[in-house]
């Protein structure tokens, strides 16, 4: 069973500058299905003081790659067209992959997306680069056995995330 990104909008209590506020953001993280989801971003939340908080949406995403990058802090969701030949019918195919890139601006993403894909030997295009709204990522693949069976904290929201290679 593979992992699957997830996008999961929660709604929170924020205190700025002594007035507390209520926000809706959204974090990214990876997990086998949505109730793993579900419970390690409550977990999350819970262990970065975010209480109370409502967990409104969770939404399976079709992201082949998550980069993140320490130079920068926006999530920009990039489409790449492979293209490849089909022998068997003598035509030119596209397949689409879908990239969550972290950098400063679109132009940046772009550029980033070609330095992580110039080892590929099939030719690609990116037809879009889209600015999200994601927060934080939390992969489980950084996390300790202990934060395993803890409930899932990799660290809290508005924190950076470690490169990962």
């Known amino acids: 069973m593979n992992k699957i990104w997830f996008i999961c909008k929660v709604k929170f209590l924020r205190n700025t500058d002594g007035a507390d506020s209520q926000v809706t953001e959204q974090f990214l993280l990876d997990?086998?299905?949505y109730t793993e989801a579900e419970t390690r971003m409550s977990k999350i939340m819970e262990a970065s003081g975010q209480t109370p908080f409502e967990i409104k949406q969770i939404t399976k995403t079709n992201y082949a790659e998550v980069i993140h990058?320490?130079?920068a802090d926006y999530w920009f969701k990039v489409k790449v067209s492979f293209v490849s030949f089909d022998e068997a019918t003598g035509k030119e195919k596209g397949v689409n992959q879908f990239f969550l890139m972290c950098?400063?601006?679109?132009?940046?993403?772009?550029?980033?997306?070609?330095?992580?894909?110039?080892?590929?030997?099939?030719?690609?295009?990116?037809?879009?680069?889209?600015?999200?709204?994601?927060?934080?990522?939390?992969?489980l693949a950084m996390m300790s056995i202990n934060d395993m069976t803890e409930g899932g904290m990799v660290h809290g929201p508005q924190k950076e995330v470690p490169h990962e290679s």
């Open 31 to 33: 997990a086998y299905n």
């Open 69 to 71: 990058y320490d130079d």
């Open 103 to 139: 950098a400063g601006d679109v132009e940046d993403a772009t550029r980033k997306t070609h330095d992580f894909l110039k080892s590929t030997i099939s030719g690609y295009v990116i037809p879009s680069v889209t600015y999200t709204k994601i927060v934080d990522v939390f992969p």
